[in-house]
Structure formats: structure tokens, C-alpha cells
Nanobody
Framework: VQLQASGGGLVQVGDSLKLSCAAS????????MGWFRQAPGKGREFVATISWSSGDLDYADSVKDRFTISKDNAKNTVYQQMSSLQPEDTAVYYC?????????????????WGQGTQVTVSS
């Protein structure tokens, strides 16, 4: 199983970007997908999660009302629409799969990870 994250880039403050995470196949035990980010010198931070079946989702407070996670089950793809981007959103963004039911916020719950895509917000 491979997760391929894409869509990152260099943008200006206030701009938008849409990230995609395509799975070569959905892990047989995958319950939900998540987006995490890691800024230079910082730990990996939860951003958003969405379940494959119910579409139940949640966001980190820092991105709520600015980021939108969505999915396309037929394509085994998860998206993250990011708007009103700020310099503090600069990070490598990772997608990941978790077999854990419910909402999973810790990276240790996720067992498959994409390679990451860089998002840089310039002021």
C-alpha cells in the first residue's frame, strides 16, 4: 500500500491550496485517514481526520474554519482544501491511514504514511 501526497507549493499569505492523498489501494484495515504536518524543528502535528464510511471528521483548532477535509471512496483519495493560509501553516504535510475506529488524533494510531508534500506560505 502506498499513499501519495501531492499539491503542496509556495503561496502567499491568504492564498489557498488543495492537497491530495491517493492510495494505491485502501489498506484492508483502514478506518479513517488523517492529515498531519511537521514544521522545521517541531513535532508532527494533527491537522484533520475523516472516516471512510461515515465521513465523520474533525480538525485541529488551529485550522478549523480554514481547512476542509474530504474524500472520494471510489478513488481511494482524500483531499484537504486549505484557505486563508498563514506563515504558521508552513510545514511538510503528511497523509496517513489508521485502523482505529473513532477519531484518532495521535500519530501513533496511524500505520500507513505518505511521503509528505511541502507547503510554504510566504509573507
Amino acid at each position: 500500500v502506498q499513499l501519495q501526497a501531492s499539491g503542496g507549493g509556495l503561496v502567499q499569505v491568504g492564498d489557498s491550496l488543495k492537497l491530495s492523498c491517493a492510495a494505491s489501494e485502501r489498506p484492508f484495515n483502514s478506518y479513517a485517514m488523517g492529515w498531519f504536518r511537521q514544521a522545521p524543528g517541531k513535532g508532527r502535528e494533527f491537522v484533520a481526520t475523516i472516516s471512510w464510511s461515515s465521513g465523520d471528521l474533525d480538525y485541529a483548532d488551529s485550522v478549523k474554519d480554514r481547512f476542509t477535509i474530504s474524500k472520494d471512496n471510489a478513488k481511494n483519495t482524500v483531499y484537504q482544501q486549505m484557505s486563508s493560509l498563514q506563515p504558521e501553516d508552513t510545514a511538510v504535510y503528511y497523509c496517513a491511514s489508521t485502523p482505529a475506529s473513532g477519531r484518532s488524533y495521535g500519530s501513533s494510531w496511524y500505520d500507513y504514511w505518505g511521503q509528505g508534500t511541502q507547503v510554504t506560505v510566504s509573507s
